[in-house]
């Protein structure tokens, strides 16, 4: 018995230590590998702890390797934009200003009532309340509620801001999808005082043209530009 | 950079360790077997070499202590029970049968290093 309290101790020692390592998206919002990971994790850390005939390292060295993949894929996911895409895939519009995309539910799998159930445990009733819905790569739904402004019949357009810049580099499939211009961008931050796009940490745009601007260990910036781009979001 | 560094520094721990865990077998189940080989030798020519055996049961003791480590455990047992097994017959002189129980045992000792090698058929 002391036997298995101990072997259990040091696997929970490990264990933790490498969730702690794996960072704090580990334990609420998993991307697809990050949940293979956690399943492979449980199902390996069990196995030494309780058959007392399998040497404990056999389980660590498992466990020591799913965290070298899940750091040589967070890696990879962060450094080049596709196998990003191949290994998180993209957040899905499933409500734009068009309505509910119905392609896009029917690719995800998702029911009507289910994307209904969603929309009441976040708090809406009805479709029209929602400028925007998304599917998160995480599996969770965000949605974007619509802003009526007093004495206008219509509500304003809500802006879906887009990401364009993180760590230093374009999101080259956001930029080409809307039409942003890479050299409007590149004047603006010199503009803003970063000397290079290495510079910039975070830059988001959204449908009115609001950017948002983050120099490398500086405060964000919030400039009103009114561009949008060549093509409607 | 800080995780990428724990990244290099648990893949070198890994890739050396496992490879300090190939030498380590291979050195000890190589001194084993030559041992081993020698006492079968003598068993099949129907001489006593219980001194020999218990010999070489005694450092195999020692040396279990690390091996567990590396080997399962069953594994490890199963090699306690057929050196003891094998030293019981010599001293009664069933040589036939301590012959066969040690090359029963050399057999397995062959196999284990081999069971935990880099190869494609282990992998798979």
């Known amino acids: ?233 | 950079m800080r995780s990428t560094i724990i990244l290099l520094g648990v893949l070198a721990l890994i890739l050396a360790s496992s490879y300090l865990e190939g030498l380590y077998l291979k050195s000890k189940f190589g001194y084993f077997e030559e041992n081993l080989a020698k006492i079968i030798e003598k068993t099949d020519k129907r001489e006593d070499d219980s001194s020999s055996l218990r010999e070489l049961l005694k450092w195999w003791k020692g040396e279990k202590l690390v091996m567990h480590a590396f080997v399962p455990h069953n594994e490890i047992k199963d090699i306690d029970g057929m050196m003891v097994k094998a030293e019981e017959f010599i001293e009664e002189d069933c040589f036939i049968l301590a012959s066969a129980e040690l090359k029963k045992l050399l057999d397995l000792i062959k196999s284990l290093p081999e069971n935990y090698s880099f190869s494609f058929g282990n992998i798979f």
């Open chain 1, 1 to 233: 018995m002391l036997l298995i309290f101990i072997r259990t101790t040091i696997i929970f020692a490990i264990l933790f230590l490498i969730i702690r390592l794996m960072g704090k998206r580990q334990i609420g919002e998993m991307q697809p590998f990050e949940f293979v990971i956690t399943l492979l994790i449980a199902e390996l850390a069990c196995i030494p702890m309780a058959d007392l005939s399998t040497p404990i390292g056999f389980g660590i060295i498992a466990i020591l390797t799913l965290f070298v993949l899940h750091q040589v894929l967070t890696i990879g996911e962060k450094s080049c934009v596709f196998i990003g895409r191949l290994i998180s895939s993209k957040p899905s519009i499933i409500i734009d200003s068009n309505g509910i995309n119905y392609k896009e539910l029917k690719h995800l799998n998702i029911s009507l009532n289910e994307l209904q159930e969603n929309l009441r445990i976040a708090g809406y009733c009805n479709f029209d309340e929602i400028e925007y819905a998304l599917l998160e790569t995480n599996g969770k739904f965000s949605f974007l509620k619509k802003q009526p402004s007093e004495g206008e019949k219509k509500p304003p357009k809500t802006p879906l801001p887009v990401c364009i810049v993180e760590e230093g580099k374009y999101k080259e499939w956001e930029l080409n999808k809307l039409g942003l211009d890479k050299d409007y961008f590149e004047k603006l931050f010199k503009e803003n005082g970063a000397k290079s796009l290495k510079e910039v940490e975070v830059a988001t745009i959204d449908s009115n043209g609001k950017v948002y601007f983050q120099k490398k260990n500086s405060k964000y910036k919030v400039i009103e530009t009114g561009y949008t781009g060549r093509r409607p979001w």
